[in-house]
């Protein structure tokens, strides 16, 4: 805190000015991504003070226990070993005693072969048509990961399969994902770790009564269905055979599973090969936080550096802006990473925090944000961080366009780093009516992400960076990273409002005020 007032409201400006080399200095690298963090509000005080709490929050300590099973989701008594999803055959990654790796690459090479089949055309349907469309019902992390790694390696899947994406139990989304499929070429892959997530389950039901009314047959299921899955009880009790699940494990949190069958949906778009180099960024990554000092540690540096932006210099929010359409899906996928992760009101103790947790997360590609929402990011009355993505090439190349991307990226971070003074726009002769509306203080930190392209192995590296900064800040503020407690209120409430909602007869509503005439008000107003 002592710092934070003796650096103050001290000005970027003036930082890069008596600097020349900050921009060299405040920058790391690892696994094809390049960092610069020279547009945050820091100096080597501020970096030295982060590492020295990160050093009393006993990071490293942490660090090495989630990486060694132990069971750092301590409300649910669970390891959080996503690690060990991308690890290499030969490593060994224990829980409770056994390396769980083999059964890892027997998963992976059972999702292969299966890919294989179903790429190559002889995975047949029901009647015998190959599978010419492929929809992913799940939602949270079984839809997010999935949906946002098909549309971020769009180049890389194969265009002879159409793919789609169901989460919503409204049936629009349903509707709306099957409409023109014809179901003989239909294959459905219901992801749910649980298999107990009523919309998961409902549009499941949904998918096998529109198959088996178009296809005239139960056991079509087979041939149409399959599904991922820590569940197998569940699943076979829905009518899928055990021989078409996937499973994953307890200590994989739904957010955090991606890269295990979850991705099936994923190796089916882009193939095994793609898959396996998706999993080589998450590992590269993963062994860089491992193994690397804090002055160069990516994760490290995103993750004490929001903490530093979230507490001390009182930024809720923090935007993500990446600077590639295909990554349209990658704030929606960090929103529930941060959030559902961190957004927590109490200890690993249990007592209350006095500070901030998770930031609210959000974000728009650019450069479509610039023309919607930047303009508060540039004279709004808070501050907001951002995190900059982008690529040197591109595999879309357009006349001069991609230039013009990039050079829209480096032009923002630059204008909320340094703005334009007033005296600037007097020199430049802006009518003085008008100085105070044109002018943008400046001074609003960002980190800007650099990479070379897009492809399945940086977009492995981007995740991992993201779900180690995540479990940094969720050490520094002593939380538990891994439960999601917060989603259960709703979940039980909707169960005993559906049955009200359901019934024939008047139900008897014990409510508050407000949501008893809600529900009388939605009942009349459906049935009139
Ligand atoms: O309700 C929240 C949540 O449990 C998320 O953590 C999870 O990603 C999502 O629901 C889906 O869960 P499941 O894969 O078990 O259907």
């Known amino acids: 805190m002592r710092h934070h007032q003796e650096i103050g409201e001290r000005h970027l400006r003036q930082w890069f000015a008596d600097d020349p080399l900050r921009g060299e200095r405040y920058a790391a690298e690892a696994a094809g991504l390049y960092l610069d963090y ?36 301590v409300t649910e008594q669970r390891a959080a070993l996503h690690v060990a999803l991308r690890a290499q055959r030969g490593d060994r990654f224990l829980v409770d005693g056994c390396d769980v790796v083999p059964a890892i690459h027997t998963m992976l090479d059972r999702m292969a072969t299966f890919c294989e089949q179903v790429r190559g055309g002889t995975w047949l349907g029901y009647s015998g048509k190959r599978i010419r469309n492929v929809v992913n019902i799940g939602i949270g992390g ?93 699943v076979r009790a829905f009518g899928i055979d055990p021989a078409n699940t996937f499973s994953l494990w307890d200590w994989v949190g739904g957010r955090y599973s991606m890269d295990s069958a979850i991705g099936l949906s994923t190796m089916l778009a882009i193939g095994s090969q793609h898959f396996h180099d998706l999993l080589g ?99 709004g009355t808070q501050l907001i961080p951002c995190d900059f993505i982008g690529f040197s090439r591109t595999s879309s190349p357009l006349g001069d366009q991609h230039d013009l991307l990039m050079a829209s990226l480096f032009a923002q971070s630059e204008a909320l780093a340094f703005g334009r003074t007033p005296a600037a726009l007097q020199a430049e002769g802006t009518a003085t009516a008008l100085i105070a509306h044109r002018s943008c203080a400046g001074n609003r930190p960002s980190n800007t992400l650099l990479a070379e392209q897009l492809d399945p192995r940086t977009l492995g590296a981007l995740v991992a960076l993201y779900e180690h900064s995540v479990f940094v800040q969720g050490v520094i503020w002593n939380i ?46 459906r049935s009139s």
């Open 38 to 73: 020279a547009k945050q509000r820091i100096d080597d005080v501020t970096l030295q003070l982060l590492q020295d709490l990160a050093k009393a929050c006993g990071l490293h300590e942490r660090i090495e226990a989630m990486f060694s099973g132990e069971r750092v989701n």
């Open 142 to 234: 079984s839809d997010l990961g999935p949906m946002m790694a098909f549309e971020a390696l769009h180049d890389y899947r194969l265009s002879s399969i159409e793919f789609r994406f169901v989460a919503n139990v409204d049936g629009a989304d349903f509707c709306g994902a099957v409409d023109g499929l014809d179901p003989a070429e239909t294959l459905f892959v219901v992801c749910s770790k649980t298999f107990a997530t009523v919309e998961t389950l409902s549009n499941a039901r949904a998918a096998r009564a529109w198959c088996v009314a178009a296809l005239g047959s139960e056991p079509a299921v087979a041939r149409h269905f399959v599904a991922v899955s820590s569940n197998a009880e569940r």
């Open 281 to 379: 960024g998450f590992h590269a990554m993963d062994q860089h936080f491992r193994g690397t000092p804090f002055e160069q540690n990516l994760p490290m540096l995103i993750g004490l550096l929001s903490v530093w932006n979230n507490n001390f210099l009182g930024c809720t929010t923090q935007a993500v802006l990446p600077y590639a359409a295909c990554l349209k899906r990658f704030p929606a996928y960090l929103q529930q990473l941060s959030m559902e992760s961190n957004g927590k009101h109490v200890n690993l103790d249990g007592v209350p925090v006095d500070y901030n947790t998770s930031p609210i997360v959000w974000g728009e590609p650019g450069s479509n944000g610039q023309h919607s929402v930047y303009q508060l990011l540039h004279q």
């Open 480 to 525: 538990d990273s891994f439960d999601q407690w917060g989603v259960e209120l709703g979940k039980v409430l909707a169960t005993r409002t559906a049955a009200e909602i359901a019934s024939d007869s008047e139900p008897q509503l014990r409510h508050d005020s407000s949501t008893n005439t809600l529900i009388r008000r939605y009942r009349h107003l």
